[in-house]
């Protein structure tokens, strides 16, 4: 036990120490999440699983909030390849889809009232590149450090401020303020914090985005944006957790990170196992073979068409299907009819 009190003293900036469980939970989370990171960098084909890891995470913020989209329907739509006209679950899936990429793209500005009012849809105009302002509500509402500011900080939380969805938005990212807790920790009560306040019920799905975003802002994890949003499929959020203690919500927040990173490891080895069968399969024959093209295609693409075949590789339509079937058995097509046809690993 006093090996654990001193380990929390030294990633803890006071002397109030948190619960076994939640420091538990830490050291477990911050394992898998940077076990995750690693692996990504150094894989090689880090553009294709963030492109895949959009679609799943879009995917799982949906089954969150009560929607199930078929994965096919989604990309079939972002593509414009749907041959009716979408759900209104599969177009909302889409604007989620554009509003991750969009934060891909951007950097910790994103971090404040109107960066995530742009994300979501409500603002015309992104904030300028720079560093994430400051947030504080009410001037000095956290005045102490650490595992006890997170307490505080809910402790004010509860008492219901927030007047507006600005304000709401503004007191759920205060808690990036909190001197000398961990980014992970940070991001586990921000995503808490996004659930108790809701600032924007219709974007309930930015929350889990903002945490993705201070992880990557904090250095914690650098290789795309965590899908955080895969363990909420897997795991929902259980209806007691409103009514629990803050240790224990943060204990679920941080399960919640651990079995998104264990989840897209298994996805890693999974396209990896993919990226070799199909790079023997593309191996051999004459010398302007583009198999090995497509293979690199098709790893670095969430979906394969003959235009993006045919464009990514500068030949032709027909050329395309021709590789395509050389591919039998590696790649497979998800649309099931005869024009406008998509395959994927």
Not at 19 to 24: D, H, K
Not at 105 to 127: D, H, Q
Not at 309 to 328: C, Y
Request: with cysteine; aromatic share 6%.
């Amino acid at each position: 036990m006093a090996t654990n009190t001193f380990r929390s003293r030294d990633v803890f900036e006071d002397d109030v120490s948190p619960p076994e469980a939640v420091f538990g939970a830490l050291a477990r989370a911050g394992d898998r999440v940077s076990r995750l990171d690693e692996r990504v960098r150094a894989c090689g084909f880090s553009e294709g699983w963030n492109a895949r890891a959009e679609v799943r995470a879009v995917l799982g913020a949906m089954a969150s909030d009560g929607a199930l989209v078929h994965p096919e329907d989604l990309i079939l739509h972002d593509l414009g390849a749907d041959t009716r006209p979408p759900e209104a679950s599969v177009a909302q899936a889409r604007h989620l889809l554009h509003a991750r990429r969009k934060a891909r793209r951007a950097g910790p500005e994103l971090l404040s009232w109107g960066g995530l009012a742009w994300l979501g849809g409500l603002a015309r105009n992104a904030p300028p590149p720079g560093g994430r302002p400051t947030t504080r509500i009410e001037g000095s509402r956290v005045v102490i450090h650490g595992y006890a500011a997170l307490a505080a900080f809910f402790e004010a939380l509860s008492k219901g401020n927030s007047d507006s969805p600005r304000a709401g938005v503004e007191d759920c990212l205060a808690v990036l303020d909190v001197v000398g807790a961990p980014p992970l920790l940070q991001a586990a009560a921000l995503a808490e914090a996004w659930r108790v306040v809701d600032p924007l019920p219709r974007q309930r799905a930015l929350g889990p985005l903002a945490a993705a975003l201070w992880l990557r802002a904090t250095g914690q994890f650098t290789a795309g944006l965590f899908p955080l949003e895969v363990a909420l499929r897997r795991r929902p959020i259980p209806g007691r957790l409103a009514w629990a203690p803050i240790e224990e919500r943060l204990v679920f927040w941080l399960g919640q990170f651990e079995l998104a990173a264990e989840l897209e490891l298994e996805e890693l080895i999974r396209l990896g196992h993919q990226k070799a069968l199909i790079e023997r399969k593309a191996a051999g024959g004459r010398r302007n073979n583009r198999g090995p093209d497509l293979a690199r295609l098709a790893v670095a693409s969430p979906v394969l068409t003959t235009e993006l075949i045919a464009r990514g590789l500068s030949i032709t339509p027909q050329a395309s299907l021709q590789l395509v079937k050389r591919m039998d058995g590696v790649l497979h097509e998800i649309t099931g009819r005869s024009r406008y046809r998509v395959w994927r690993l």
